[in-house]
C-alpha cells in the first residue's frame, strides 16, 4: 500500500517553510518593514489629504469674503478711549439701574403666594 501525498498539500508546505525560513533569518524584512511602511506611508497620505482639505477650505474663504469692501476699524486704546469718554461729559452721570424682569423670570424663593 503506497500512498501517494497530493502534489497541492506538498507545494503548500514547500511555501510555508520558505516562508518560515525566511521569517526566521530576517524578522524585521517580514515583520518590521511592513509595520514601518504602513505607519510612515498612511502618516504620508493623511497630511497630504490634510493639507488639500484645508486649501479647498481657504479657497472657499477667500472667495466669500468681502475684499473689496473693507471696513474701516479703529485701533483700540485704552487711554484713548477713556479720555474721549472724559470729554464727552457723561463721564461721572451714570448710576447702576435694575432692568425690569418680567414676574416669570422671578425666581421661585422670592414668591409669595404660597406656590
Known sequence: MHSE???????QRRTTSRMQRLSRKHPFLC???????????????????????YEVQDKRYKMSSLDSVKIKKRKFDVQEEYF???TQGTWGEWEPKRVPRAP?????FDRQDGS
Open 104 to 108: 416669570e423670570d422671578e425666581p421661585v
Open 31 to 53: 515583520v518590521g518593514l511592513p509595520f514601518l511602511v504602513a505607519v510612515i506611508g498612511g502618516s504620508a497620505v493623511l497630511t497630504l489629504s490634510q493639507q488639500t482639505k
Open 5 to 11: 501525498i497530493p502534489s497541492s498539500t506538498w507545494s
Open 84 to 86: 474721549r469718554m472724559k
